[in-house]
């Protein structure tokens, strides 16, 4: 498989050069040349098979060229000691994405990254430097992903307060090999400091650089691969039982009720994707082309409603980002969008993604409602998945496939927001241990002088 970038289809480079450079020369984002499909025996298969199995049957038509099939086994085994379960909620599925060491659905793509660029770069003397933006959770995820790993050295910019202090902790907290850097301004001043770096010629001159971003073309695919187990499972009529860390508000499991409810439906499932820089959603029209049964998708995002817009008029207003209790979706020009434009057109993305985005008192209301009526506690952004799945019923838009809302984060991430509208909320043990950490970032203003004094090159 080669990669272009969206700007040019004249050269081409392997996944581990897509994969090392994060961003094209030309400053594109990375794409493969197609879509590989699932054999029939594996579509066939999928409500059988394991999520390793699907992981493995996913992401290898991408890099078989650059990963022997022991290497990338042995790499997937290492990244997902946990999966994701798609829980009944409702008439409803929930799919928790949060089960992994820093709860959110981006562990899913940083852990495989990671992993492969410490294998990418065997051998190599030279550090390799990782620049990365994060409007929250990615920073906490790559953060943890590329934690001690030899040879690598990762700095982090966030927007100075507009992180939880859970966040804050897991991107500023672990030092060693993770530097993290608190910019005065929003997260696009953090994404725009990071690809002024990225065009810096002589910069890239001196030290070898990469990013982490959800730009980057090894965190997008390992991202499919939930979207087809779940797919898999829920299209066959099955559904998974609540994990420990699954975030009901009494001890009590899933209730039968919701198990029986949900198993009446089947065929091709429609996603609800709370969306900010649009990776995750792009993964899901990935894992859609490769043969997945998938209906479609529900594009959900908060006030930031530039994609939503577009999907509505056809045209495309990047705005300026707005803060917001769905913080990790505070983004006004999300990047993926560039992808998601080169590989489909507006008819065609039209047909596929519905688009629809939820206020703040909004998403509060749904937490409450969503935990007084069926017991379960969303996060702000599952909320705004969930709520824009009740817009869409209250218009009569969706028929019976079966729906599952991305839960993305679990819900103790964000309990200063969750807690005054539903109460306690249950911290699983990988986060308790993360608060007790202690901040170390530099803070400086949103300017590339500044950043360059703090990077430690
Ligand atoms: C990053 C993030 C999102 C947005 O995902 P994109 O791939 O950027 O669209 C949604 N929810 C949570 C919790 C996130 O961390």
């Known amino acids: 498989m080669r990669y272009f970038s969206t700007r040019d289809r004249s050269e081409s480079c392997s996944f581990s050069a897509a994969a090392l450079r994060g961003l094209a020369p030309d400053g594109g984002l990375y794409i493969p040349e197609r879509i590989p499909e699932y054999s029939a025996a594996v579509r066939n298969s999928l409500q059988s098979m394991s999520f390793m199995e ?110 939880s202090p859970l966040q804050e902790r897991q991107i500023a907290g672990l030092g060693g090999n993770i530097h993290a850097i608190a910019v005065d301004g929003s997260f696009d001043d953090c994404q725009r400091l990071v690809k002024e770096a990225f065009s810096d010629n002589d910069l890239r001159k001196r030290i070898a650089l990469s990013s982490a971003n959800s730009i980057n073309v090894s965190r997008l695919i390992p991202q499919a691969v939930y979207y087809t187990a779940a797919a898999g499972k829920l299209a066959a009529g099955n559904s998974d039982k609540d994990l420990p860390a699954s975030p009901r508000s009494s001890s009590a499991a899933c209730p039968p009720e919701d198990v029986s409810r949900n198993s009446a439906k089947s065929g091709p499932v429609l996603f609800c994707v709370p969306s900010g820089n649009f990776g995750n959603l792009t993964a899901g029209l990935y894992a859609r082309e490769m043969g997945a049964p998938i209906r479609g998708f529900i594009a959900a995002t908060n006030i930031n409603r530039t994609v939503p817009e577009y999907l509505e008029k056809g045209v495309y207003e990047p705005r300026e980002s707005i803060a917001t209790i769905s913080n990790a979706m505070d983004v006004g020009a999300p990047s993926n969008f560039e992808r998601m434009k080169t590989q489909w057109s507006y008819e065609r993305m039209s047909q596929l993604i519905k688009g629809c985005w939820i206020d703040d008192s909004e998403t509060r209301k749904t937490i409450q409602d969503v935990k007084n009526n069926y017991s379960y506690i969303l996060d702000p952004h599952g909320a705004v998945a969930w709520s824009a799945v009740d817009r869409l019923v209250s218009k009569a838009e969706l028929d019976n496939s079966p729906v599952a809302v991305l839960a993305t984060a679990h819900p103790a991430k964000f309990s200063e927001t969750v807690e005054p509208v539903c109460g306690p909320v249950p911290v699983p043990e990988s986060l308790a241990s993360v608060m007790k950490r202690k901040v170390q970032s530099h803070r400086i203003p949103a300017d590339r002088d500044a950043l360059y004094s703090v990077l430690p090159l």
Not at 55 to 61: F, G, H, K, L, S
Not at 129 to 137: F, K, Q
């Open 54 to 163: 699907i992981a493995y049957e996913t992401i290898r038509p991408y890099v078989h060229e650059n990963m022997n099939d022991g290497v990338l086994q042995d790499l997937i085994e290492s990244a997902y000691p946990f999966t994701a379960p798609a829980v009944p909620v409702d008439s409803r599925f929930v799919l928790e994405l949060f089960h992994g060491p820093t709860a959110a659905f981006k562990d899913f793509g940083a852990r495989f990254m990671a992993r492969a660029f410490s294998y990418f770069r065997r051998g190599e003397d030279k550090t390799l430097h990782i620049l990365v933006a994060t409007s929250g959770d990615t920073g906490g995820a790559v953060a943890d992903g590329f934690f001690g790993v030899e040879g690598i050295s990762v700095s982090v910019l966030y927007p100075r307060g507009r992180v």
